[in-house]
């Protein structure tokens, strides 16, 4: 069994963590982190309240695009945005191919119920698993990126934050409302106005390792064209609206299955819209020797939104079988994942 500290569940393999005489680790020891995230928290709503009204007052067809992706947090903030602050959304959907069934269904019924609008882009098949293969078996990102997010995720996310901000910018929108909780981002990520030239420069090196694994079509997806950037004289502002709430899992799943939502089956604990996140952390595991998800759920034991118990189920209950199958239709074989390995630890 894994060694975890006895009050949250980051394991030994987790960068940065010692424990103590009884097991309890550096960050769980850290008391005066929650009172410095509720500080940040309450400046972050009174910005987000400050943007909102200025926003609204404008009257465009859409006050925000939002990166939804049918899971039950992004669902809960779809249904925050349009409920409690009133905004008229667009929702935006990434399909990457491992989307169950479930989740469609739902995204169809919640957008019909909220009365908003959905945008769905899918990047072709071949296209996707090259990116999907390349994340998965090289050192596409640093490690400290790492700690938060798997490598394939953080694939993913970027090419939604890249897509999202076209709509955006294409469609005059100047918000981009995302679903992603504390644990998930940083506190200074729950709003922030886009940068791109940092984001590029940030990108430069992954973009390119990427790139060179995939091929130079990578750009269609992970760019914006030259005019567009040109031509920008505002940025859209990034908000995390859900990061403003203190929410349990059930409170969450409470309030959005009024609406019509339903958990899909087959997918692991951490996931309630993707099939590949088991692929994902699987990987992650061993390469790092940790899950992804320890430090979102750790996060959320120090908050009191979740036992230690479910929490250590939600990480230890990956499928051998998906995993293995996905691995098949990727055509990855055991010793590429060993190597991916090696290649992590030696930083090449
Ligand atoms: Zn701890």
């Not at 609204?56 to 945005?81: C, E, I, R």
């Not at 691995?327 to 090696?342: F, K, P, Y």
Request: include cysteine.
């Amino acid at each position: 069994m894994k060694k975890r500290c006895t009050h949250c569940i980051l394991s030994e393999h987790f960068p940065g963590v010692s424990y103590d005489s009884e097991g309890v680790c550096s960050f769980c020891r850290d008391k005066s982190f929650l009172q410095t995230e509720e500080n940040a928290i309450q400046k972050a709503q009174e910005q987000v309240d400050e943007l909102l009204k200025t926003v609204k007052a404008q009257s465009n067809t859409y006050d925000a695009v939002m990166l939804y992706s049918g899971g039950k947090d992004s669902t809960y903030t779809l249904y925050q945005a349009v409920k409690k602050y009133g905004l008229k959304v667009l929702s935006f959907t990434l399909d990457n191919g491992y989307i169950p069934n479930q989740t469609f269904d739902n995204i169809v019924k919640i957008t019909d119920k909220l009365g908003v609008d959905n945008l769905i882009f899918r990047p072709s098949k071949e296209n996707m698993k090259a990116i999907v293969k390349a994340s998965a078996l090289y050192p596409i990102y640093n490690k400290r990126t790492m700690v938060r997010i798997s490598s394939v995720c953080n694939s993913c996310i970027s090419m939604v934050n890249t897509q999202a901000l076209r709509i955006a910018l294409e469609k005059n929108i100047s918000i981009i409302l995302a679903g992603f909780t504390l644990g998930q981002i940083p506190v200074n990520s729950i709003i922030y106005k886009n940068n791109y030239t940092f984001l590029e420069e940030s990108r430069a090196k992954s973009n390119s390792l990427l790139r060179k694994y995939t091929g130079e079509w990578l750009d269609t997806y992970y760019n914006l064209p030259t005019s567009l950037v040109k031509n920008t004289v505002e940025w859209p502002t990034m908000v995390n609206l859900l990061c403003l709430e203190k929410l349990s899992e059930e409170e969450i799943v409470a309030a959005i299955s009024t609406l019509g939502w339903t958990a899909p089956k087959n997918v692991d604990g951490c996931s309630s819209n993707c099939q590949l996140n088991t692929f994902n952390n699987v990987i992650h595991e061993k390469v790092y020797g940790y899950n992804p998800y320890e430090l979102e759920l750790s996060h959320m034991i120090r908050k009191g939104l979740i036992d230690r118990e479910t929490a250590i189920s939600k990480v230890e209950t990956m499928d051998p079988e998906l995993f293995k199958s996905i691995a098949d239709d990727l055509q990855i074989s055991e010793d590429e994942i060993g190597n991916a390995g090696s290649l992590y630890k030696t930083g090449k």
